[in-house]
T-cell receptor
């Protein structure tokens, strides 16, 4: 059971370039999330999805886009990379059908925009 | 928005006990989670509280008071491997909002 898998693990982008951060989970979780974590800061929610075909903005959505065409996959798209998007990005998923609905995290993507 | 506060850093000695406090002011409440995050790694789940009171899991315990908007994580019999960041998170509807984390350093 792989859990939540993110690719790539590391990436350096030039200003203005675009890229897609991939996230897939094999736990049949309905909820999926994208967070960014800056040094010394907590996790900030970028986008989330409560099921295939449904996405919504979190706290810091500007400069990002997402899609959720399947239950398993939740890619995050950066269209015009900016230095302010240098961060560590975590994808997470959870199964929201009960009380204790812990989120499982991927290993993160460390992105540097230069 | 959600406001979740916890201390930035704490230091303790191996074998001791440390208590990490978390206060929150949120627009709703569907549970409070504690996560552990070692440097350079992903957060991993430690505990969950949705009702007032204490939840114990081995060396770790977590307490919740919903009326006070307050929780704490208690780490007992500290080990060197417990040196990490501890994240308090509050679930509101579908979303999980995190505090900035408390870095705990365990000294020999």
């Amino acid at each position: 059971n792989a859990g939540v898998t993110q690719t790539p693990k590391f990436r350096i982008l030039k200003i203005g370039q675009s890229m897609t951060l991939q996230c897939t989970q094999d736990m049949n979780h309905n909820y999926m999330y994208w967070y960014r974590q800056d040094p010394g800061m907590g996790l900030k929610l970028i986008y989330y999805s409560v099921g295939a075909g449904i996405t919504d903005k979190g706290e810091v959505p500007n400069g990002y886009n997402v899609s959720r065409s399947t239950t398993e996959d939740f890619p995050l798209r950066l269209e015009l990379a900016a230095p302010s998007q240098t961060s560590v990005y975590f994808c997470a998923s959870s199964y929201n059908r009960g009380e204790n609905t812990e989120a499982f995290f991927g290993q993160g993507t460390r992105l540097t925009v230069v | 928005g959600q406001n979740i506060d916890q201390p930035t850093e704490m230091t303790a000695t191996e074998g001791a006990i440390v208590q990490i406090n978390c206060t929150y002011q949120t627009s709703g409440f569907n549970g409070l989670f504690w996560y552990q995050q070692h440097a350079g790694e992903a957060p991993t789940f430690l505990s969950y509280n949705v009702l007032d009171g204490l939840e114990e899991k081995g060396r770790f315990s977590s307490f919740l008071s919903r009326s006070k908007g307050y929780s704490y994580l208690l780490l007992k019999e500290l080990q060197m491997k417990d040196s990490a960041s501890y994240l308090c998170a509050v679930k509101v509807d579908y979303k999980l909002s995190f505090g900035a984390g408390t870095t705990v350093t365990v000294r020999a």
